[in-house]
């Protein structure tokens, strides 16, 4: 999860005028510089931020999966 997180800062940080009311806006030179800039200002659970969201849409999403493939089958 920790990639999936700096993959999606580095694919936003382009859009400092849509984001500028959601605070500070670092911008990163590159992946590991990402990973850096997370770890130090906000610790090692910055890298996870969003997981239960993720998680819980992965739950119903295969629980939805199985449940019709059951009632296809």
Not at 7 to 19: A, I, P, Y
Not at 28 to 45: A, D, S, W
Request: hydrophobic share 40%; glycine share 12%; with cysteine.
């Amino acid at each position: 999860y920790p990639l999936d997180v700096v993959k999606k800062r580095l694919q936003v940080q382009g859009f400092q005028k849509g984001r500028a009311g959601f605070g500070r806006m670092p911008m990163y030179k590159g992946t590991i510089h990402c990973f850096r800039v997370i770890i130090f200002e906000e610790g090692l659970p910055g890298l996870y931020k969003g997981l239960s969201p993720s998680v819980l849409k992965a739950m119903v999403s295969v629980g939805c999966h199985f449940l019709f493939y059951e009632q296809c089958c």
